[in-house]
Nanobody, 125 residues
Framework: VQLQASGGGLVQAGGSLRLSCAAS????????MSWFRQAPGKEREFVAS????????EYVDSVKGRFTISRDNAKNTVFLQMNSLKPEDTAVYFC???????????????????WGQGTQVTVSS
């Protein structure tokens, strides 16, 4: 398994969860990393992305101010801290990695060639 996502679960609205994605990929520190999500009956959606270095990040408007993406290149792990969760955040969350030496942020899923298995996040009202 190259990307292993974890940390999902059931939480009440207003609560928090922290997702982790452990990567066993070559040159992790040269790859931009992202989180996407897919709700039932909907297309996969970009959530957040972080550059390979310097920690620059971008977010979809609906999560700005509530979610924070970060990474630990020493541990080959990327995180998604999710606060003030809403029922509309309910989805399967996927982490994704760009190719080696592609360190810039990309919002399109076609820019990513390695995907994790997904972790379910359910927010009850």
């Amino acid at each position: 398994v190259q990307l292993q996502a974890s940390g999902g679960g059931l939480v009440q609205a207003g609560g928090s969860l922290r997702l982790s994605c452990a990567a066993s990929v070559r040159a992790f520190n040269t790859r931009a990393m992202s989180w996407f999500r897919q709700a039932p009956g909907k297309e996969r959606e970009f959530v957040a992305s972080i550059t390979s270095s310097f920690g620059l990040a971008e977010y979809v408007d609906s999560v700005k101010g509530r979610f924070t993406i970060s990474r630990d290149n020493a541990k080959n792990t990327v995180f998604l801290q999710m606060n003030s969760l809403k029922p509309e955040d309910t989805a399967v969350y996927f982490c994704a990695a760009r190719s080696a030496n592609y360190g810039a942020i990309a919002r399109s899923s076609s820019s990513y060639d390695i995907w994790g298995q997904g972790t379910q996040v359910t927010v009850s009202s």
